[in-house]
């Protein structure tokens, strides 16, 4: 059988052109954009959400703007009626979008200077991932905490928790690469992770609910879909 794709689409938000698509966004979502504190950051959200209707447009057929976003029991968003998967994640200059015909989660981080990987190790990280972790240096440890963490967001993402999972409490292996997930609390969980690299800076990690999948890669443009109106879909 075929293992299921999952599309990861990678915007721009630095693209200004991503502003033309913003009259798409519900009543919700600007009152939403309105509630950050500065220009960047509700900058940042209209134009991921813009972005995020008009790729599921492109999966579904609907026009951007009809789409419904509603969350499940959990809080987790989901498509109103409509048996297609998704999850957003966004930091710094990019967002990233995962599409599926099965549950995925995302989580995307972008890498800071300013970031103490031993000091904040403790709160997140069981026994074994925080000896890995001292045994390597400075640089390295760094990155590979932030692996880590996406890969315990991407997983709560997926179960559509947030940080309301212990996440010291995951555990994915030592080795690199597709990884098993390990929940203290669920003995049959049967998630599995996916590190990704979608540009440098940055790390990232997507979850599906078992083994088996196929990324692939999309950039999403805005200039074609900022020149269609409202009621047609991106195809």
Wanted: net charge positive; with cysteine.
């Amino acid at each position: 059988m075929l293992e299921p794709a999952v599309f990861l689409w990678l915007v721009d938000l630095d693209d200004p052109a991503l502003d033309a698509l913003a009259p798409c966004l519900s009543a919700q979502e600007q009152a939403r954009a309105a509630r950050y504190r500065g220009d960047a950051l509700q900058r940042g959200y209209r134009r991921a959400r813009a972005a995020l209707r008009h790729i599921l447009a492109h999966h579904t057929g609907q026009p951007p703007a009809t789409l419904v976003l509603a969350e499940g029991p959990l809080g987790k968003p989901v498509l109103d009626g409509l048996a297609l998967h998704f999850n957003l994640s966004h930091s710094g200059a990019l967002a990233l979008v995962a599409v599926a015909s099965v549950p995925v989660g995302i989580d995307l981080e972008q890498r800071r200077a300013r970031f103490d990987a031993a000091a904040l190790a403790p709160l997140v990280c069981g026994p074994a991932e925080q000896a890995d972790l001292a045994a390597l240096p400075p640089a390295l440890r760094q990155r590979h905490f932030l692996q880590l963490w996406t890969h315990k967001e991407a997983y709560c993402k997926l179960l559509g928790m947030g940080l309301r999972k212990d996440p010291a409490l995951l555990a994915f292996g030592g080795a690199p690469g597709p990884a098993a997930v390990a929940d203290a609390q669920e003995p049959r969980c049967a998630a599995w992770v996916y590190p990704l690299y979608p540009a440098d800076g940055y790390a990232a990690s997507l979850c599906v609910e078992k083994y088996g999948a196929r990324p692939v890669w999309m950039r999403f443009r805005a200039w074609p879909a900022a020149l269609l109106p409202l009621g047609q879909a991106l195809a």
